[in-house]
């Protein structure tokens, strides 16, 4: 889910980020997560030079943000044919959220318990080995 700029939001992101300034300097509501995204939930961002970074990891109640974005690999974060933008992106394949998800506890060691934890519910959810 897009969370606006990089430079004008990345120090406001709190568990529970509901909107974000824009480039045009009014505050923006970022949209209710879908029904469809019943898995781990990305808030990502946008850096200069059409760089997207992670900045929040959401599953279930759990809402954790990053001290430490990650800029995104789309290929191995999002999967390919997959691009990201201002409406959500769905990615169907749960073994690219799960390497996301574990390159963002890499990045973010003050996490890493939280996060893993979360992996391992997302994946006894999932049925993953």
């Known amino acids: ?18 909107s974000f ?4 300097g009014n505050v923006h509501a970022i949209p ?19 760089k997207f970074c992670v900045v ?10 990053l001290k430490n974005e990650l ?12 691009r990201l933008g201002p409406e959500p992106t769905l990615v169907e394949d749960d073994g690219v959220a799960l390497t996301l998800l574990e390159d963002i506890a890499k990045k973010n060691s003050e996490s890493a318990d939280a996060l893993l934890n979360m992996r391992a ?9």
């Open 71 to 82: 800029v995104l690999d789309p290929g191995r974060h999002t999967g390919f044919g997959n």
């Open 21 to 24: 300034e824009g480039t045009d």
């Open 32 to 50: 209710a997560w879908p029904d469809s995204a019943d898995g781990l939930c990305f808030g990502y961002m946008e850096k200069a030079g059409k």
């Open 121 to 129: 519910r997302f994946k006894a959810a999932a049925k993953i080995k």
């Open 56 to 65: 929040r990891v959401r599953y279930g109640a759990d809402d954790i943000a």
């Open 1 to 18: 889910m897009y969370h606006g700029g990089f430079e004008r939001n990345f120090g406001r992101v709190t568990s529970g980020f509901s």
